[in-house]
T-cell receptor
Framework: NAGVTQTPKFQVLKTGQSMTLQCAQD?????MSWYRQDPGMGLRLIHY???????DQGEVPNGYNVSRSTTEDFPLRLLSAAPSQTSVYFC??????????????FGSGTRLTVV | EDQVTQSPEALRLQEGESSSLNCSYT??????LFWYRQDPGKGPEFLFT???AGEEKEKERLKATLTKKESFLHITAPKPEDSATYLC?????????????FGAGTRLAVHP
């Protein structure tokens, strides 16, 4: 099993550009989420989804959009990139939306730089 | 507000020198506490889940414990390959769903 696959691994954007970070999982997990990781601040939740067609905002949703048309895919869209969005982005999935018995499986991350 | 604080921020140990990492939390109704290991340039890797005070779990040289206010990750006789950032997270319930709230992590360096 591939687990959680994120693409691209690295990306440089100019301010104002838009892009989509891809996330796919092959474990039939119903719960998927996006986090950003900044030095000294820990992982912060951007958006999450408890199943196809259902998404909700996390702690830091501004400037990002998500959709969940299939169980496998959960893309994160940056609408108009800003330098404050320079960060490492992680996608995570879990079997259960209500218990973490199996833990959350994380992708290897996308390192984004906005200049 | 749900919050997770980890200490110390960084820890340097000699190989074989046992120590503990701390994770203190404030959450309205604990639904679970996770420990993760993160290596440079990689995503967090799941280690343990703890659900109730008094619970303990072990994996090789690692042992996680939980009280009503904090969790400890005990590292016994560490080896250089244990060097990593260790993350603690609690499950927060709001809006009908669970979310993970992470601490900033403890960077552990084990020297031979």
């Amino acid at each position: 099993n591939a687990g959680v696959t994120q693409t691209p691994k690295f990306q440089v954007l100019k301010t104002g550009q838009s892009m989509t970070l891809q996330c796919a999982q092959d474990m039939n997990h119903e719960y998927m989420s996006w986090y950003r990781q900044d030095p000294g601040m820990g992982l912060r939740l951007i958006h999450y989804s408890v199943g196809a067609g259902i998404t909700d905002q996390g702690e830091v949703p501004n400037g990002y959009n998500v959709s969940r048309s299939t169980t496998e895919d959960f893309p994160l869209r940056l609408l108009s990139a800003a330098p404050s969005q320079t960060s490492v982005y992680f996608c995570a999935s879990s079997y259960s939306k209500n218990r973490g018995d199996h833990g959350y499986t994380f992708g290897s991350g996308t390192r984004l730089t906005v200049v | 507000e749900d919050q997770v604080t980890q200490s110390p921020e960084a820890l340097r140990l000699q190989e074989g020198e046992s120590s503990s990492l701390n994770c203190s939390y404030t959450v309205s109704g604990l639904r679970g506490l996770f420990w993760y290991r993160q290596d440079p340039g990689k995503g967090p890797e799941f280690l343990f889940t703890l659900y109730s005070a008094g619970e303990e779990k072990e994996k090789e040289r690692l042992k996680a414990t939980l009280t009503k206010k904090e969790s400890f990750l005990h590292i016994t006789a560490p080896k250089p390959e244990d060097s990593a950032t260790y993350l603690c997270a609690v499950v927060s319930y709001s809006g009908g769903y669970n979310k993970l709230i992470f601490g900033a992590g403890t960077r552990l360096a084990v020297h031979p």
